[in-house]
C-alpha cells in the first residue's frame, strides 16, 4: 500500500532502560519536534522529558486502551501531525503495547519510522556469553509454577539461545522450575538492573545459579533479562529409529555389516552404532 501524502509520521522512539544518558540525539530531537508523545504511563514519560527539559504533549497509550487509542491516532497522522510512541523504557513493542497501533496506521497507507535505541532483551544478549547468531526472544515467561514448567518442557529441544523477560521476586522459583525442566546442568544467565547503580550479571549452570539466589535476596529485586543456553544436542545420539532398524539387521547380519547398512541409510558413524550391535546379538 501506498504511503498517504501529506499525512503525518508515527515515530517508534526506543528510550534508556536505566541510565538517562543512552538516550540518542535523534531521539530528544524527534520527542521535541512531534505534535504528541504516546506513553504507556504519561507519568513515567514526564520524568524523562523532565530531565532532558522537553514540554510537550502526551497521551496515555497502553494495553487497555490500545484499541480505542489506535483510531484517534490514525486520524491525526492523516491530519498531518507527527506522533512518537514511546513505552516505560527501551524499545516499544518488545513485549511492550504498540503492535496493534503500527498494524492499523500500516494498513492505513500511515508512515512507521523507527528511532532506535536501548532494547534490555539485546543488551543482555549482548554481555551473556552465549551464542548469538541465533537466538529466540520469548518474552515474559508465565507467572504460574505449572504453566511455566510447560513452557519450559516445549522449549527443553531449542538449540538457539533463548531469551525471556521475568520478574526477579520470582527467580528463585523460576530457576527452581529451570532445573526441573531442563536439568541442573543448562548453562543460564541473569541479566538484572542493566545500565543502573546495581547491574548484575551472572552466569553459571542452572543449579549454581539457584543457591546463588538463595544466598544473596538483593538479586531479587529490580528489572531482570533471563537467557538460557539452547540444548546440545549429541552428535553420537542415537535415535530410537536407527536402534529398530539396527535390531532388525543384525537379526539376520553380522554386528560389521549390520552397522555398514545403518550407518548408510541414517548417514551416521558405523562405529557409534558397533556397541549396541553386539547387545543386540547377545
Given at each position: ?107 492505513l497507507g500511515l508512515k512507521v519510522s523507527p528511532v532506535p535505541g536501548a532494547c534490555a532483551a539485546i543488551s543482555a544478549l549482548s554481555v551473556a556469553g552465549l551464542p548469538t547468531d541465533r537466538f529466540t526472544f520469548e518474552g515474559f515467561l508465565p507467572s504460574k509454577s505449572g504453566a511455566r514448567q510447560s513452557t519450559l518442557s516445549e522449549l ?127
Open positions: 500500500m501506498h504511503e498517504q501524502a501529506n499525512a503525518g509520521t508515527l515515530y517508534i522512539v526506543a528510550t534508556p532502560i536505566g541510565n538517562l544518558a543512552d538516550i540518542s540525539q535523534r531521539a530528544l530531537d524527534t520527542l521535541a519536534q512531534v505534535d504528541i508523545i504516546a506513553c504507556e504511563d504519561t507519568r513515567h514519560t514526564q520524568k524523562l522529558l523532565s530531565a532532558f527539559s522537553i514540554k510537550n504533549k502526551t497521551l496515555s497509550m497502553h494495553d487497555h486502551n490500545e484499541r480505542q487509542r489506535q483510531e484517534y491516532i490514525a486520524e491525526l497522522l492523516q491530519q498531518g501531525k507527527n506522533i512518537a510512541l514511546v513505552s516505560d523504557a527501551g524499545t516499544p513493542l518488545i513485549s511492550d503495547p504498540g503492535f496493534h497501533l503500527v498494524r492499523h496506521c500500516r494498513s527443553a529441544d531449542e538449540t538457539r539461545t533463548m531469551v525471556f523477560y521475568d520478574a526477579p521476586r520470582r527467580a528463585i522459583d523460576t530457576v527452581e522450575d529451570i532445573v526441573k525442566t531442563l536439568g541442573g546442568q543448562r548453562y543460564v544467565v541473569i541479566a538484572r538492573e542493566l545500565t543502573k547503580t546495581f547491574e548484575t550479571i551472572h552466569s553459571d549452570t542452572a543449579e549454581n545459579l539457584l543457591a546463588w539466589l538463595q544466598q544473596d535476596p538483593n538479586q531479587l529485586k529490580g528489572e531482570m533479562v533471563l537467557i538460557i543456553e539452547g540444548h546440545k544436542v549429541d552428535p553420537n545420539a542415537i535415535s530410537p529409529q536407527i536402534l529398530a532398524t539396527l535390531e532388525l539387521l543384525v537379526k539376520e547380519l553380522p554386528p560389521k555389516k549390520a552397522c555398514a547398512i545403518a550407518a548408510s541409510i541414517y548417514g551416521v558413524k558405523k562405529n557409534t552404532l558397533y556397541e549396541m550391535a553386539l547387545s543386540f546379538k547377545r
